[in-house]
C-alpha cells in the first residue's frame, strides 16, 4: 500500500479510508485492552495517533515500541474521540523497522534542554523543537528564492574557494594542500605557495560579494545564497564559523527599499506557510513571537544615519557595556537599544564611518563616511549588512591603496569600474539570523542542524 505522509492525512476525504504510514515513535501509552501511540514522520509538527486494540495484537508484538522507534503501520483512519485530533489510525498491521534501546536512546519524552541536544545534534532533528526549527528553515530558503525569482533576479553560483579578502577582516580559514608537517619554504624562509594546490595562498570565502558585483553589472540582478566562512573567534549567541548568506546585488536600484521589502515577504511567507511550526515555538519558548513577526510585517522600518544613531545612543543616558561615540564600531547592545528600547521596530542605520567599514563601500562627499547600510532587528541586532558600491575606478583604487589591499590580486574586480561602471548596490542577510528571528530561538547555534563555532566541528 502506498504510504501517506502524516501532514497529508488530515484531509477529510481521507477518514474512513486504509491508510499506510511509517514514522518514528514519540510515546506509547495505555493498558491492557488498548494501546496509543504517537507516530512522526518529520513532515509536520503534529504526531498521529495510532491505536492498537489488544485483541489484535500481543503486549510481545508491542514491546519494541518504545520512543524513538521506527515503525510501519497499516489500518483504517477514522474520526477520533480525542480532543484535539481529528483522525487516528486503527491499526491493523505493525511492522518494526528499528527499535531504540531505552536504556541507551538518549531522547526519551521528557523535555530536554537545548543545551543537552547540542550535544546530540546527530539525533536533535528528531525532536519536535528542531523538526519545527529546521522545517521553517527551509520554508524561509523557498521563501527566499521566491522573491528573488519573482522579481527577476538570477542565482548565482560564487566561489566558496578564492584568493580574496571581501571584509577585509583577515578572519579567513586558509586552504591548503601543502604538508603542514614539511612546509615547502622559499629563498626568502617564507612558505612557498607555488607548490601549493592553486600556485597561491587560498581561503574560504567570506562573502561572495565580490564575484555577485560581476554578476550584477552584467545580468543587473543576481542573488547568491551560499555558505560563509568566517575564523573569528566569537563565541556568541548570533556568530557561527560557517553560516549561510543570502547577497542580492543589483545595478541602479534602491538598496534599503529592497532589504525592508525582502525581509517583510520572507516573514509574512513562514507565518502563512510555517503556521503550525511558528505556534509550536511560540508556545513552548516564546509567547510573543507571533506578535513580534506581525509587527516587523507590518511596520515600517526607521531610517537614520549612523551619527544620528550614535547622538540618541550618547543621550540616552543609558549604561551600555561598550561604550559609544562617533567612530565606534556598535555592539549589538547599542543597536538593539535603538530597535528595542527608543524606537520599538526596525531600524535602518546608514552612512557609518569609513573607517570601520570595507573598502567596497561608496565614499559621501564628507570624506568621513560612507553609504553602508545595516538593518537592525528586535533581539538581534545586525540582521542585514550593504552598501551602495563605490563605482568611480579612482576613489575606489585610491581606497584599495590606502588600506593596503594588494592591488594584483583585485585587477578583475577593478576591471568592473573600468568598464561601463554602473551606480549599483547590495547586501548580505545572514540566514540562521533571519531563522533565529522566526523561529525566536536564542542561540544561533540551534537554528542550523550542524553547528560550527571555534573549538566544535562534531557530526
Ligand atoms: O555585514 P557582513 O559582514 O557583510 C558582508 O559580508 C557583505 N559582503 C554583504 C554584502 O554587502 N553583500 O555580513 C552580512 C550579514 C550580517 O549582517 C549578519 O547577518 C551575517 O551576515 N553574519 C553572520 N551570521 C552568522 N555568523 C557570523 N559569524 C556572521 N557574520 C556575519
Ligand atoms: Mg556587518
Known amino acids: 500500500m502506498k504510504r501517506t505522509k502524516i501532514s497529508e492525512i488530515w484531509a477529510p476525504e481521507l477518514i474512513g479510508t486504509d491508510v499506510c504510514v511509517k514514522g518514528w515513535v514519540r510515546t506509547r501509552r495505555g493498558n491492557k485492552h488498548v494501546q496509543f501511540v504517537a507516530l512522526n514522520d518529520g513532515s509536520t509538527i503534529k504526531n498521529l495517533q495510532i491505536v492498537f486494540d489488544m485483541e489484535k495484537f500481543s503486549d510481545e508484538d508491542l514491546k519494541p515500541i518504545t520512543t524513538g522507534a521506527s515503525i510501519h503501520v497499516e489500518g483504517k483512519l477514522v474520526e477520533s474521540q480525542g480532543k484535539g485530533q481529528t483522525a487516528e489510525v486503527q491499526a491493523e498491521t505493525l511492522e518494526i523497522y528499528g527499535t531504540a534501546d531505552p536504556e541507551t536512546y538518549p531522547l526519551q519524552k521528557k523535555g530536554h534542554t537545548l543545551e543537552f541536544l547540542r550535544e546530540k545534534a546527530h539525533l536533535r532533528p528528531r525532536t519536535n523543537t528542531f523538526g519545527a526549527v529546521l522545517r521553517i528553515r527551509h520554508t524561509l530558503a523557498y521563501a527566499i528564492h521566491k522573491f528573488f525569482n519573482d522579481r527577476g533576479f538570477f542565482y548565482l553560483n560564487t566561489p566558496l574557494i578564492t584568493s580574496s579578502d571581501c571584509e577585509g577582516a583577515g578572519a579567513m580559514f586558509q586552504v591548503t594542500t601543502l604538508d603542514l608537517n614539511d612546509i615547502p619554504k622559499n629563498e626568502e624562509g617564507k612558505v612557498d605557495y607555488s607548490q601549493d594546490f592553486f600556485g597561491k595562498p587560498a581561503s574560504l570565502t567570506v562573502s561572495g560579494q565580490l564575484e555577485g558585483e560581476l554578476g550584477a553589472t552584467a545580468l543587473g540582478a ?210 540562521e539570523r533571519l531563522v533565529l528571528f522566526v523561529t525566536g530561538m536564542t542561540n544561533i547555534r540551534d537554528v542550523i542542524a550542524f553547528p560550527r563555532t571555534p573549538g566544535n566541528c562534531e557530526f
Open 222 to 431: 543576481i542573488y547568491t545564497f551560499g555558505p560563509t566562512f568566517r575564523a573569528e573567534n566569537s563565541n556568541t549567541p548570533r556568530h557561527l564559523s560557517e553560516f549561510w548568506m543570502i547577497e542580492p546585488e543589483v545595478a541602479f536600484n534602491d538598496n534599503m527599499e529592497l532589504a525592508e521589502d525582502f525581509i517583510k515577504y520572507c516573514v509574512s511567507y513562514a507565518l502563512e506557510h510555517a503556521a503550525d511550526d511558528i505556534e509550536f515555538l511560540a508556545k513552548m519558548y516564546d509567547e510573543d513571537l507571533v506578535e513580534r513577526l506581525k509587527s516587523v510585517v507590518n511596520t515600517e522600518f526607521v531610517r537614520l544615519t549612523y551619527t544620528e544613531g550614535v547622538k540618541i545612543l550618547e543621550e540616552s543616558g543609558h549604561k551600555f557595556e561598550f561604550p559609544v561615540y562617533w567612530g565606534a564600531d556598535l555592539q549589538s547592545e547599542h543597536e538593539r537599544f535603538l530597535v528595542e528600547e527608543h524606537f520599538k521596530r526596525p531600524v535602518i542605520l546608514t552612512d557609518y564611518p569609513k573607517e570601520i567599514k570595507a573598502f567596497y563601500m561608496k565614499q559621501n562627499e564628507d570624506g568621513k563616511t560612507v553609504r553602508a547600510m545595516d538593518v537592525l532587528f528586535p533581539k538581534i541586532g545586525e540582521i542585514i549588512g550593504g552598501s551602495e558600491r563605490e563605482e568611480s575606478y579612482e576613489k575606489l583604487s585610491q581606497r584599495i591603496e590606502e588600506l593596503n589591499i594588494p592591488m594584483k590580486d583585485m585587477w578583475w574586480y577593478l576591471d568592473t569600474r573600468r568598464f561601463g561602471t554602473v551606480p549599483h548596490s547590495g547586501f548580505g542577510l545572514g540566514f
